[in-house]
């Protein structure tokens, strides 16, 4: 399936998102709709609240596996919340998959304060120096090994000028938030470097459905989990620090990852809080 046809299913399913309009969606007889992690009825949650959709707006696609992924933001009642959509189509065109992860802050735990969504040029681009299909899942899935009980070691290639927005605000590089969280001010590799989040116990269920060979992109899912015993630790330049974490805790996230020159070149993330350990529906099919 060609990239057009798949943008045109994603439009399609967007402006139907949009209304809180699922009947419009060309749905498959038997497909599958998640938000959130739980699998629901294809009429159901977002479908009765939703009041729009925003201006950021970033596709991307995998036409070998026909699937096409989206990141933007949703409008409900309360708030504009951060969104990722995964559909996957069958043969005929139908929509056979729909996961949908909705950054609601108002329901979160932990929150970002002043999001913003921006469009980022890097993400859009070619890149100039591609690699295979399996080394930029394999480059992804080390993100992963290097955030799960982050010690110091890297299991990844960073390039030296690799950015990260998580939920719309930029963890790297960004002064502003490191204010409130000191580590933001230090670069991907820089962060990773220090150990600054041994309390990642595990990144668990990691999925990588979509990869975009054309545009660098590989879109990935799963669970990172916090088991809250982990008090006090020592980073690598000896200092001892808290950890933010301390009761059994998991995000269930969505990670879109820029790879060019056999490197991470930016990194675009949401997330949500969910049931400890909670599992996810499609790891069983």
Sequence with gaps: MHREAL????????????????????????????????????????WGTVQGLGDYRLRFA???????????????????????????????????????????????????????YWDKPILHREPESPVDRAEMVRLSNGYFDTLQRN?????????????????????????EFAKIV????????????MGNYRYDDELRARRFPLVDEERG????FGFIDHSGRIDEYQLTDGRTVKSPVRRPHSFYISELFKIDHGMIEQIEANFITVPYRMPSPWDAL
């Design 7 to 46: 943008y045109a299913a994603l439009d399609a399913f967007l402006a139907a998102l949009g209304q809180g309009a699922s009947a419009q969606v060309n749905w498959a007889s038997d497909a599958l709709f998640s938000e959130n992690n739980v699998m629901l009825a294809t009429d159901d949650g977002v």
């Design 62 to 116: 995998d036409v070998r596996t026909r699937q096409v992924g989206y990141f933007g933001t949703l409008i409900e009642a309360i708030e504009e919340s951060a969104l990722t959509v995964r559909l996957a189509l069958n043969e005929a065109g139908e929509v056979a998959e729909a996961e949908l992860l909705i950054v609601r802050q108002s329901d979160s735990g932990i929150k970002f304060e002043n999001p913003r």
């Design 151 to 175: 010690d110091g070691t890297i299991h990844t290639r960073f390039h030296p000028d690799c950015q990260r927005v998580e939920n719309g605000v930029q963890t790297t590089r960004n002064p």
């Design 182 to 193: 000191p580590v933001s001010a230090l670069g991907c590799e820089e962060q990773f470097r």
């Design 217 to 220: 992109l590989v879109l990935a």
